[in-house]
T-cell receptor
Framework: AQKITQTQPGMFVQEKEAVTLDCTYD???????LFWYKQPSSGEMIFLIY??????QNATEGRYSLNFQKARKSANLVISASQLGDSAMYFC???????????FGTGTRLTIIP | EAGVAQSPRYKIIEKRQSVAFWCNPI?????LYWYQQILGQGPKLLIQ????????DSQLPKDRFSAERLKGVDSTLKIQPAKLEDSAVYLC?????FGQGAGYNEQFFGPGTRLTVL
């Protein structure tokens, strides 16, 4: 069985500040991938960043970076220089390579304050 | 490149009625997913296809939900009969199969179908 936990149901951050969204996971599969998706109020799911369990370096994509601590089973998303358009729900997702099982977390609602 | 298409975008039905949703994935994507997202929650995987075979349907309520992907391309999700608790957004997503491309299965999502059961 696998599990994703996002402990922050909601966060308020001042514009231009950095923000860290927490994600911890539990899986018995040695090979897995971790994803972050953004869901604005319009409802579409937007892929942000991916980290493979065997990747040596933390993933980065523009203003997004992933703080991957494998021993702690955490994959926190860091957004630098937040913008008003970053206000949305953010979901962490784990995908086990062995059985291709997918599990989403419960999400964090991020609100950027001008 | 065209994205994942879903129809209808909105549907309102009464309980005990039937409803069907359609999804057309991105061309060439072997894997297709149906998710149920209840308001305020994360998406829950209902069923995952690879081509026209089922990979995972462990969370599909099979007494009322059914899904098919006959030719390994587009897919239909049906609810019969609907219950009040089926009110949700139904998301379809597609990805390349493992080993087919990037080495990881980034999912591309459609706009969803918002179902309201009265």
């Amino acid at each position: 069985a696998q599990k994703i936990t996002q402990t922050q149901p909601g966060m308020f951050v001042q514009e231009k500040e950095a923000v860290t969204l927490d994600c911890t996971y539990d899986t018995s599969d040695p090979s897995y991938g971790l994803f972050w998706y953004k869901q604005p109020s319009s409802g579409e799911m937007i892929f942000l960043i991916y980290q493979g369990s065997y990747d040596q370096q933390n993933a980065t994509e523009g203003r997004y970076s992933l703080n991957f601590q494998k021993a702690r089973k955490s994959a926190n998303l860091v957004i630098s220089a937040s913008q008003l358009g970053d206000s949305a729900m953010y979901f962490c997702l784990i995908s086990n390579f062995g059985n291709e099982k997918l599990t989403f977390g419960t999400g964090t609602r991020l609100t950027i304050i001008p | 490149e065209a994205g994942v298409a879903q129809s209808p975008r909105y549907k309102i039905i009464e309980k005990r009625q039937s409803v069907a949703f359609w999804c057309n994935p991105i061309s060439g994507h072997a894997t297709l997913y149906w998710y149920q997202q209840i308001l305020g929650q994360g998406p829950k995987l209902l069923i995952q296809f690879q081509n026209n075979g089922v990979v995972d349907d462990s969370q599909l309520p099979k007494d009322r939900f059914s899904a098919e992907r006959l030719k390994g391309v587009d897919s239909t999700l049906k609810i019969q009969p609907a219950k009040l608790e089926d009110s949700a957004v139904y998301l379809c997503a597609s990805s390349l199969a493992f080993g087919q491309g990037a080495g990881y299965n980034e999912q591309f999502f459609g706009p969803g179908t918002r179902l309201t059961v009265l």
